[in-house]
Nanobody, 126 residues
Framework: QVQLVESGGGLVQAGGSLRLSCAAS????????MGWFCQVPGKEEREFVA?????????FYADSVKGRFTITRDNAKNTVYLQMNSLKPEDTAVYYC??????????????????WGQGTQVTVSS
């Protein structure tokens, strides 16, 4: 079992920045690829935002956030981060971190992830 706890969400003006953190506990953190997804009210699906491989060597991003968001991980601290810059009102959503044991080629698919955090709200005002 892996427990994931997100933090760092909040209200920010358009153009501003936030850094989300996701602290993991329970299993060996480096055995898991990590991802960030977001969900807006009224939508059932969680949308892929970013992912990072077990080894910290590969990162992947949704087209909508490329060049603005950066995912990193610190395996010594069992934490994954999402630095969000140049935020836009359309980035408003609940952001979830997720853990995928062993990693997968299908890192954009939410069903591939084994564990999820409770989510943190990000609101970007115009």
């Amino acid at each position: 079992q892996v427990q994931l706890v997100e933090s760092g969400g909040g209200l920010v003006q358009a153009g501003g920045s936030l850094r989300l953190s996701c602290a993991a506990s329970g299993r060996t953190f480096s055995d898991y690829a990590m991802g960030w997804f977001c969900q807006v009210p009224g939508k059932e699906e969680r949308e892929f935002v970013a992912a990072i491989s077990l080894s910290n060597k590969s990162t992947f991003y949704a087209d909508s956030v490329k060049g603005r968001f950066t995912i990193t991980r610190d395996n010594a601290k069992n934490t994954v981060y999402l630095q969000m810059n140049s935020l836009k009102p359309e980035d408003t959503a609940v952001y979830y971190c997720a853990a995928d044991y062993g990693g997968s080629t299908y890192y954009t698919r939410s069903e591939m992830y084994d564990y999820w955090g409770q989510g943190t709200q990000v609101t970007v005002s115009s």
